[in-house]
C-alpha cells in the first residue's frame, strides 16, 4: 500500500492575549462520546459550545477574553456537522490567539457500528451506504486533526462513567471535582425532605422538649446540645456513622458525584436533629482534615480531596 498523502498541519498556536484563557476542542469521531465529554465539562464549570462552525472558532475565542474573567475556560465541540469542516479548521485554528488545546475521542469501527445501531441513528456521513461507510469517511476527513491533536482518548472500551473520570482527571481543577455535602436537620412532622440520599432518625435520644429550660431554646445552643450528646448512645452513635459515611463518601468521589445530602431528623427539627447535625458535621470536617495514613490507600489508588461540608437546618424556627 502506498503512503497517505501528506497535508498541511495547522499553523502554531500564536501567543495568548491579555488575560490568558483556555480554550479546549472537543472533535473526534461521530459516536466516540463527545457528547458525554461536553456534559461532563459542563459539571466542572466549562462553558461548552456544541456544534460551531469552525469559522466562528476565533471570534468566539476573542469574547472568551474579552469577558474578563467572566468565561474563563471554553471548550468547542466541533464535528463533521459543520461543513466545511476539514477545509476550514486549520485556517480556524491558526486564528485563535489563546491558549487551547485539541482532545480527539475516537473508537473501533466495530464499537462505533454497535453504538449507532443500539440507538437506530444512521451515521451522519453514511448517505445511502452502510455504517461504516461514513466511519470510514470520517476517519479520513480527521485524519490531519487527530495528528495535530493533544489529547487522544479511544473510548472502545470505556462506558460513560470511565470515560467520565478521565476527562474529570485530565481537565477539572481540584475545586470543581469536590464532593458538596449536605447534613440536613429536619423534622419527621414536616415530612421527609425530598432531595435526601441518607436519612437518619435521632428520635432514639430523649427528647429536650420535655425539659422546661430547655424548651425554648434550639440544638445549637450550648445547654441543649450537652443534653442531646450526654445521653447513652449519642456519642458512639456519631463516632460509628461519620466512619460508616467515609466509604460512601470516597464511592460518590468515584463515581464523580457532586452533591450528596445527608438528613437527620428528629420529632420536630428543633433539638436533636440541629445538635446532632452540628456534631456530625464537626466530625466529618475532623476526619476530612486529618492526613490519611500512608497504607490506607491500594497501590495505584485515585485520590480524590476532601468533601465540602455544608450544614443547613430546614425546620428551625418553624414551630
Not at 461548552?48 to 476573542?62: F, S
Not at 438528613?263 to 428543633?270: D, M, P, Q, V
Request: one cysteine or more; a negative charge; hydrophobic letters at 40%.
Amino acid at each position: 500500500m502506498s503512503a497517505p498523502p501528506q497535508h498541511p498541519q495547522p499553523q502554531p498556536q500564536q501567543p495568548p492575549l491579555e488575560g490568558e484563557h483556555d480554550l479546549l476542542v472537543i472533535t473526534g469521531l461521530s459516536g466516540a462520546g463527545r457528547s458525554t465529554v461536553a456534559h461532563v465539562l459542563e459539571d466542572l464549570g466549562w462553558y461548552v459550545v456544541d456544534n460551531l462552525p469552525p469559522q466562528m472558532l476565533g471570534p468566539l475565542a476573542q469574547l472568551a477574553a474579552q469577558a474578563s474573567g467572566a468565561v474563563p475556560k471554553v471548550a468547542v465541540v466541533l464535528d463533521v456537522r459543520g461543513r466545511g469542516f476539514s477545509a476550514d479548521l486549520a485556517a480556524a485554528l491558526a486564528e485563535v490567539r489563546v491558549r487551547r488545546s485539541i482532545l480527539f475521542l475516537e473508537a473501533s469501527d466495530a464499537v462505533l457500528v454497535r453504538r449507532f445501531e443500539s440507538v437506530r441513528r444512521p451515521h451522519p456521513l453514511q448517505e445511502e451506504g452502510r455504517i461504516l461507510d461514513g466511519i470510514e469517511t470520517e476517519r479520513e476527513l480527521l485524519r490531519d486533526l487527530r495528528a495535530a491533536a493533544d489529547v487522544v482518548i479511544d473510548t472502545s472500551d470505556l462506558n460513560v462513567h470511565q470515560l467520565a473520570a478521565s476527562i474529570t482527571r485530565a481537565f477539572g481543577e481540584a475545586e470543581a471535582t469536590r464532593l458538596r455535602l449536605t447534613l440536613l436537620s429536619f423534622g419527621f412532622k414536616y415530612g421527609l425532605p425530598t432531595d435526601a440520599d441518607h436519612v437518619v432518625d435521632v428520635r432514639f435520644l430523649p427528647n429536650p422538649h420535655w425539659i422546661p429550660e430547655l424548651r425554648p431554646l434550639t440544638g445549637r445552643d450550648a445547654a441543649v446540645s450537652g443534653y442531646v450528646l450526654g445521653q447513652d448512645g449519642a456519642e458512639e452513635f456519631l463516632d460509628r456513622y461519620a466512619a460508616a459515611l467515609q466509604p460512601v463518601i470516597a464511592g460518590y468521589q468515584r463515581e464523580h458525584r457532586r452533591y450528596a445530602t445527608v438528613a437527620i431528623g428528629c420529632t420536630g427539627g428543633k433539638h436533636r436533629s440541629v445538635a446532632m447535625t452540628e456534631a456530625l458535621a464537626a466530625r466529618l470536617q475532623a476526619l476530612a482534615d486529618a492526613p490519611p495514613p500512608s497504607s490506607s490507600s491500594p497501590e495505584g489508588g485515585e485520590e480524590h480531596p476532601a468533601p465540602v461540608l455544608r450544614v443547613a437546618h430546614r425546620d428551625l424556627g418553624r414551630e
